[in-house]
């Protein structure tokens, strides 16, 4: 899943390279409002959880302002790729007892302590990307811009993990 993330965050930012700012800051309806805030929230959720796998600090500020966590475009690309990177280097180290244990976390959402395999972490942690890039993915075609298949089948051979 890191490396079909990795190909899927390539595309998508590919894609927001054809729009001026104003196109990838416009209010488009979404939940974070913009092309920019949504994938600015995806990193700031990213960060969050890897911060908690002791990967990088916490966000310096809440998810209230996660929309204008990185307020650069150039700046929200270059850390999407190091955060990527990171996410390799987690889940590329990780052996099946490590992706079985618990990970424990305080999670202010829930206001408490929270226990949870490392497996349903990581699950969480790409479906919460899929799921707001869709929201870029839509915002996108809506806008005009060509975007690419998000196909797993269709991740070209040589971006597949080796076994």
Excluded at 52 to 63: E, L, T
Excluded at 133 to 141: N, P
Aim: aromatic share 10%; glycine share 6%.
């Amino acid at each position: 899943m890191a490396s079909y993330n990795r190909w899927q965050n390539e595309l998508v930012f590919a894609a927001c390279e054809t729009l001026t700012e104003d196109e990838r800051r416009k209010d488009r309806g979404a939940f974070f409002r913009s092309i920019h805030g949504t994938l600015s929230q995806i990193l700031w959720a990213d960060h969050v959880w890897l911060a908690r796998f002791d990967i990088g600090s916490r966000p310096d500020v809440p998810k209230t302002e996660s929309a204008r966590y990185v307020e650069g475009w150039t700046d929200l690309w270059m850390r999407r790729q190091a955060t990527d990177g990171d996410i390799d280097t987690l889940t590329a180290g990780l052996s099946d007892e490590a992706v079985a244990a618990d990970l424990r976390f305080f999670s202010g959402a829930a206001g408490k302590e929270i226990a949870m395999p490392v497996w349903i972490v990581l699950t969480h942690l790409f479906n919460h990307q899929t799921h707001h890039r869709g929201q870029v993915h839509a915002m996108l075609t809506a806008a005009g811009a060509r975007t690419e298949d998000t196909d797993l089948f269709l991740m070209p051979r040589e971006r597949w993990p080796r076994a």
